[in-house]
């Protein structure tokens, strides 16, 4: 059994505590960062917002859908109090504050499994896959993300913060979340891509898209022509949208394989000062998301064939979320390699890039690959 630190005891009371309470937090640990910073806002709930340019002028924590709704707004964590490592930014604290504070009275979220959970089986996701395929062939689109959700028990005993802290171990390079909110569910995740970075008034965005197992003994292999195709889709969006936004100083390189766990993708970076947008990075965000790796390309088209195919809801998965205006600072990811955790269940959900070239059981291990990020630590858990 791994030994715990003093900081995720810590942390593990907090999250208890707020869990216990409905009190909304995000704990979450930027990629390569050794620290990881906890906001927990109780005085007052989340924010709704409808839109990304209504996010102008705020800061606090962003939880973004993939498509915004009444039903799932985005939601902004504004901190009541701030945590880094294991210390409070506020030196007098203590844990009686929060409940002797805690000005929340909504009624206790009983989220059940429903018909927006729709978990799709094999045959069912390939031949979703296949009629996408046939759809991509005959038609001016290029490609579209196709999701499904599986369905796990969560294990006895669960330990919500030591899986926590188990993903930040396993995927140093990620962005690893654990985020509440009491109508919207408990998330966990570990995030391979960033949306929008904005750091030292520098902007930076990726393209990151084609993905195959990773093997170490298979580094130098060369990746294939639907993987290639996928990357130079989402390559080419982000090139337009970085000129209709009138950016033409920006860097690009790449594409290069980046590993995310058990799987590598192709990945392309773009940079960019911040005066290149006039002060105004809502803008290029509103501009960028969803990009074709979460959506496909024409982004319309794709959206509206996504809505009629898939017969659950994506809710927060492959929206955004992250940190804006922490000290200047915006550190926006896409939520990718993400579960949410409802009753006695487990959702992880998962999807692929579709393509006329697609092979649709390929496809299918495709998500299959990608559930491991999260469901092997998950079943390391046991046990322990």
């Known amino acids: 059994m791994d030994t715990i630190v003093t900081e995720t005891n810590i942390l593990e009371k907090v999250h208890r505590l707020a869990l216990e309470n409905q009190i909304a937090f995000a704990s979450y640990k930027l990629p390569d960062e050794p620290e990881v910073i906890t906001i927990l806002q109780w005085k007052t709930q989340p924010a709704s ?3 990304i340019l209504s ?3 705020k800061s606090g924590f962003v939880f973004a859908p993939f498509e ?3 039903k799932n707004p985005i939601r902004l964590i504004q901190p009541d109090l701030i945590m880094r490592g294991d210390k409070f930014d506020d030196a007098d604290f203590n844990f009686d504050t929060i409940l002797s504070e805690n000005t929340i009275t909504s009624k206790k979220t009983n989220q059940k499994h429903s018909p927006e959970h729709y978990e799709a089986g094999t045959k069912d996701y390939m031949l979703q896959v296949d009629e996408l395929r046939k759809m991509i062939g005959e038609s ?3 490609k579209v993300v196709l999701s499904r959700i599986s369905i796990e028990r969560k294990p006895d005993n669960f330990n919500p913060t030591l899986l926590f802290e188990k993903l930040q171990k396993a995927y140093p390079e990620a962005f690893v979340f654990m985020i509440y909110i009491a109508d919207a569910g408990l998330w966990f995740g570990a995030s391979p891509e960033p949306l929008m970075i904005m750091k030292d008034k520098q902007i930076s965005t990726v393209s990151l898209a084609g993905t195959r197992v990773f093997k170490s003994n298979e580094i130098d292999k060369q990746w294939g022509s639907k993987e290639l195709r996928e990357q130079e889709i989402v390559t080419e969006y982000i090139d337009n949208i970085l000129k209709k936004s009138g950016i033409n100083k920006y860097s690009k390189e790449g594409p290069v394989s980046h590993r995310a766990g058990n799987v590598e993708h192709l990945k392309t970076s773009f940079g960019f000062a911040g005066s290149e947008i006039g002060g105004k990075p809502l803008n290029f965000l509103e501009k960028l998301h969803p990009t074709p790796s979460v959506c496909g390309l ?7 064939i996504i809505t009629r195919i898939e017969k659950h809801e994506r809710e927060y998965y492959t929206g955004f979320l992250g940190p804006i205006n922490f000290e200047e600072n915006w550190h926006l990811f896409v939520n990718l390699r993400s579960m949410k955790v409802v009753e006695n269940k487990f959702f992880y959900y998962l999807g692929a890039g579709i393509t006329s070239g697609s092979d649709p059981y390929k496809e299918w291990e495709e998500t299959q690959n990608k559930k491991s990020t999260l469901k092997n630590i998950v079943e390391s858990l046991k046990g322990e």
């Open 298 to 304: 024409p982004k319309e088209m794709a959206l509206d």
């Open 55 to 57: 996010l102008e002028g």
């Open 68 to 70: 915004m709704d009444s």
């Open 49 to 51: 917002i409808s839109d």
């Open 140 to 142: 001016v689109i290029d």
